[in-house]
């Protein structure tokens, strides 16, 4: 997708989110999108396509010709995923900051429907700079939602450069539990960490805070603000294809 | 939904946004659950504080935040519980314009959002608090209905309706206690289907919410001076029953507690520019610019909103 796209893609938090997707997709559970007690996965960050089409298409949601179509016009997958429950996909991203507040509402629900289920969100942190999320954390910890589950792709890019110097978000840990959730940090790209973290229960709802690197994997993009929304030659995509082949000791 | 015209009265004391559209939400209450009121700490103001008591399972606070209020109605819908969004009409239309344009536009989730004390109702509190934009901004919302009731049960009705309606829906509210009725019984509502009240054949005037009674007012008044008006109760701005509007007139004439451009007399303007020939179009309402704050029934009257005000354009733009 990436390589084939003329348009460009959201490559640094493509790769940042990657094996957070992985993760979340080997633990939540949802076996069919027409079960209603499914656990619900909802992308706040909608730019993380690279990662959430790639988990979508291996949890069998989209087809190899879905990938194809990326960015080609009449497609229905583009830069940001769009709702199509057909497909997995819950909610669609792409304004940043309505994802959480989404969220509460499913959660809520959820409970009143009596499912036992989980409702997992996943934000990025630059858009926790939006006055909404605040709102929403707010509220989600005074409705009690503790089958909320937020992740944060900590990923300390957001598209002027570093969240510390364009709007400093400091202790995300702090901010969460003084929100009333139960607040926890992770190495973002440790599937046994993400894992461990995903499955955890509390009486309030939780917080994960994931540090990744931003466009993990491809030394040339890796804490490059400019790797947000940028464009591969092929020979610049082979080259990132071999690093990420030699880091995670694939054939 | 039977409408017992002791119940009518009753309403029409308690004012539409104040307390009617709390009745109307006991008595649907009554019949389904399958929904949630949510507000933004306007439980009070909104007639809601009833409701509230007898079902607390189905009422949420989300405090002074209309963004997360209209986001957490989203995730409520998409859940198949239809939620009734309630807040001020001039921060729910304009601080939660995008969540709004996002999930009952873009993700079409059938939200029903209510906004109360719209237009200048909010009276000395000043032009923060005045909603004449709000028409114009839901008007934009990809498929979002837009109803603007002239009178208390007419937003019992409007709520009754919305609820079984297969889309999003905007409903604007204003006022305090004691809303001059239009209707002194009940009669057959339908989103998107203009009323007409009254038969003229020198003058077509479109009135919606407020503007309705005095529209009624003003059309007695140009009988007296030997014109003959028409008026239609254009309670639906989108989709606009433009069907119902008769073009064989000398003048045409719109009426809206609102901006006199994006409301009503905008929607009936972009309709009638695509007509080879039709009549003269007045549009009655405020102007651009801030309005200078005084009491509700002052405000009106300088701005030319009084049925007389009406009444004297309408013969100017006749001469």
């Known amino acids: 997708m990436a390589v084939t796209s003329s348009f460009g893609s959201h490559i640094g938090g493509g790769f940042s989110a990657m094996e957070i997707l992985a ?34 298409w291996k949890k069998g949601f989209l087809a190899e010709e879905d990938l194809e179509s990326f960015e080609k016009d009449g497609t229905s997958f583009y830069g940001h995923a769009a709702r199509n429950l057909s497909k997995g996909i819950e909610f669609s991203g792409g304004s ?22 989980r409702v997992f969100v996943l934000a990025g942190d630059g858009e926790l700079d939006e006055g909404m999320v605040w709102e929403s954390l707010m509220s989600a910890s005074n409705m009690k939602l503790n089958n909320l589950t937020v992740i944060v792709d900590r990923n300390n890019y957001q598209v002027d450069g570093l969240t510390e110097d364009v709007m400093a978000l400091s202790s995300l840990e702090d901010k969460f539990t003084s929100f009333g959730f139960d607040a926890v940090t992770v190495d973002g790209h440790s599937l046994s960490e993400l894992t461990e973290a995903f499955g955890r229960k509390s009486d309030k709802p939780v917080a994960i805070i994931a540090n990744t690197v931003k466009a993990h994997g491809i030394s040339f993009l890796e804490n490059n603000k400019l790797s947000h929304h940028c464009l591969l030659t092929r020979k610049k995509y082979e080259q990132a294809v071999k690093e990420i082949k030699a880091e995670y000791g694939l054939e | 939904m039977d409408w017992s015209k002791f119940n009518i009265k009753l309403m029409s004391m308690a004012g539409q946004g104040g307390s009617a559209f709390g009745m109307a939400l006991m008595e649907i209450a009554q019949s389904r659950s399958d929904f949630r009121v949510l507000s933004a700490d306007m439980s009070t103001p909104a007639g809601l504080d ?55 536009g873009y993700m079409n989730f059938p939200l029903i959002i209510v906004g109360i004390a719209s237009g200048l109702s909010l009276q000395y509190f000043g032009n923060t608090h005045f909603a004449v934009e709000d028409l114009a901004l839901m008007r934009m919302v990809p498929s979002l209905a837009v109803v603007s009731p002239c009178d208390s049960l ?32 009940d009669y057959d509502f339908s989103i998107g289907r203009a009323i007409r009240l009254r038969e003229g054949n020198d003058v ?7 503007m309705v009674k005095t529209a009624m007012g003003a059309a007695q008044l140009l009988e007296s001076n030997g014109v003959q008006a028409s008026v239609v109760n254009m309670h639906t701005i989108k989709p606009l029953d433009t069907g119902a509007i008769n073009l ?37 309402g405020f102007g651009d610019g801030n309005i200078k704050v005084g009491s509700y029934a002052c405000m009106l009257q300088e701005a030319g909103l009084s049925a007389e005000g009406v009444a004297e354009a309408i013969l100017g733009k006749l001469k």
């Open chain 1, 23 to 56: 993760a979340l997709y080997s633990v939540a559970n949802i076996r069919s999108m027409e079960d209603n007690a499914r656990d619900r996965v909802i992308i706040s960050k909608g730019h993380c396509v690279l990662a959430y089409y790639t988990a979508l």
């Open chain 2, 154 to 185: 007419e937003a019992a009705k409007a709520l009754d309706a919305a609820m079984s309606y297969d889309g999003p829906v905007y409903i604007r509210l204003f006022g305090g206690p004691g809303v001059p009725s239009v209707y002194g019984q």
């Open chain 2, 204 to 210: 077509e005037i479109l009135a919606t919410g407020s």
């Open chain 2, 248 to 284: 064989e007139r000398k003048i045409l004439v719109t009426m809206e507690e609102h901006r006199n451009f994006g409301g009503l007399g905008g929607a009936v303007s972009e309709f009638l520019g695509g007509m080879a020939k039709h009549p003269p179009l007045l549009r009655i």
């Open chain 1, 96 to 117: 940043l900051g309505l994802g959480i507040s989404f969220a509460t509402g499913v959660a809520r629900a959820c409970k009143d429907k009596g499912l036992d289920n």
């Open chain 2, 50 to 104: 009833k409701f509230k008591a007898t079902y607390p399972e189905r009422f949420i606070n989300v405090g002074i935040a209309e963004q997360n209020l209209i986001g957490t109605a989203a995730g409520l819908a998409s859940e198949g519980i239809r939620p009734i969004c309630v807040a001020q009409s001039c921060f729910l239309s304009m601080r939660s314009f995008e969540q709004i344009r996002q999930y009952a």
